[in-house]
């Protein structure tokens, strides 16, 4: 199994990303011509060698000539500043790029039009990307997608994750860092802030990284193929403005294995209402998966024990969360190792609009879908449909199309 491992200490960018994928030896005009089938023309790519703080690393620049810009698939003789999320995807689709390219960018698109759509509260078909929609992140988001598939990935992890600090200037005014849509692609995302006071991770960087279900804080093992860097177009004095990126051979097991938190404390002086309403806060505080199990205590006490799983990096926040809003006075935490089934986040197109499929890989290589259950909910209750009604029509169609 093929393996990518990023280390973005300095963040991540789609010009980045592509910089590295042709260090890892994607032939720039094989992906030229790959990026060629999409109906978007007047750019080119330059890749040069430079350096950031002392460290020496590709660096890739999308050049775009404004004044050509066009829209082949869109035949209406003026230019489109500001692209739909619609229309970025039908000209993927319509494409002739590989299906599993398409998948992938598709999937990257998906989550990033989910994220900016929840952030401005509107549908993600009425997207508008604005920098993130221009011709320069369409390159860089379906490149991704084809260095992927040049380079035979299997899958993607990410070690380490800086989002920066300061403010961002966007189409929508000053924005904080992580910009709106990156904080909402990075949620239960573990990331480091503060390294600098300029943007780090971008929306394109940050939603490769989600599109393409990217492992975090998972362990790894593998044998090193190569290793590379590439550069950003800031030369930062704070920190190398560097991305380091691993080819790993690993094993063809499908389960993955990493380190999780269980904390657990027991309850016998609150209402059912109040437990209630703390493990929802546990839940909005960032908690993995939370549960009650029923206990009787010292003196016949009927009560609970309320579980949490936590990231390690999570451990002092949802602590902070159960004191606030239980009584109790004492917090047990064990660390467990977990083993995972190997899963990517799908986007299938159904006759009520794009739904999300998580697809796990079992050790006989078998495929077990799961259907996004918010999706599933939105569709019943637009159509007035029971959920079961609505479960059984999407299999349906994930068995048309076998994600």
């Given amino acids: 199994m093929r393996t990518l491992l990023y280390h973005c200490p300095a963040g991540i960018s789609g010009d980045m990303n592509l910089a590295a994928m042709v260090a890892l030896g994607v032939d720039p005009a094989a992906l030229e011509a790959e990026l060629r089938k999409l109906p978007y023309s007047g750019w080119s790519l330059e890749f040069e060698q430079n350096k950031r703080q002392g460290i020496s690393g590709l660096n890739c620049k999308v050049v775009l000539e404004k004044e050509h810009e066009h829209d082949d698939h869109h035949h209406h003789g003026h230019h489109h500043h500001h692209r739909t999320y619609r229309e970025i995807r039908e000209a993927i689709e319509f494409s002739e790029l590989a299906s599993e390219i398409k998948k992938d960018a598709l999937a990257c698109f998906a989550v990033l039009a989910e994220a900016e759509g929840a952030v401005h509260g509107i549908e993600p078909d009425q997207v508008h990307f604005h920098e993130v929609g221009a011709l320069d992140s369409i390159v860089d988001m379906v490149g991704a997608a084809i260095c992927w598939h040049l380079l035979k990935i299997n899958r993607i992890a990410c070690s380490t994750l800086e989002v920066g600090g300061g403010t961002v200037q966007c189409a929508h005014g000053t924005m904080p860092v992580p910009a709106p849509a990156t904080a909402r692609l990075l949620e239960g995302v573990p990331f480091t802030a503060g390294a600098t006071d300029k943007e780090c991770t971008t ?201």
């Fill in 203 to 403: 929306p394109t960087g940050a939603a490769l990284l989600i599109g393409k279900a990217c492992a975090f804080q998972t362990r790894i093992a593998g044998t090193q193929i190569k290793s590379v860097i590439a550069t950003g177009h800031r030369d930062d004095p704070k920190l190398a403005n560097a991305l380091y990126l691993s080819l790993l051979e690993t094993s063809d097991a499908t389960n993955e294995s990493d380190h999780i938190l269980e904390l657990a404390t027991n309850i016998d002086d609150m209402t059912a209402e109040a437990t209630a309403f703390l493990c929802e806060q546990i839940m909005e505080a960032g908690a993995l998966d939370c549960w009650q199990t029923p206990a009787t205590f010292k003196k016949g006490r009927l009560g609970c024990i309320v579980h949490a799983l936590v990231a390690e990096d999570q451990l002092e926040n949802i602590e902070a969360c159960i004191f606030k809003h239980s009584r109790t006075l004492g917090i047990r935490h064990q660390r467990w190792e977990r083993s995972k089934l190997s899963r990517e986040i799908q986007t299938l197109e159904t006759p009520w609009g794009p739904v999300r499929i998580k697809t796990a890989t079992l050790p006989d290589g078998s495929k077990r879908h799961k259907i996004e259950h918010e999706d599933a909910a939105r569709i019943a209750r637009e159509q007035n449909q029971s959920l079961a009604q609505i479960e059984a029509q999407l299999a349906d169609c994930i068995t048309e199309q076998k994600p």
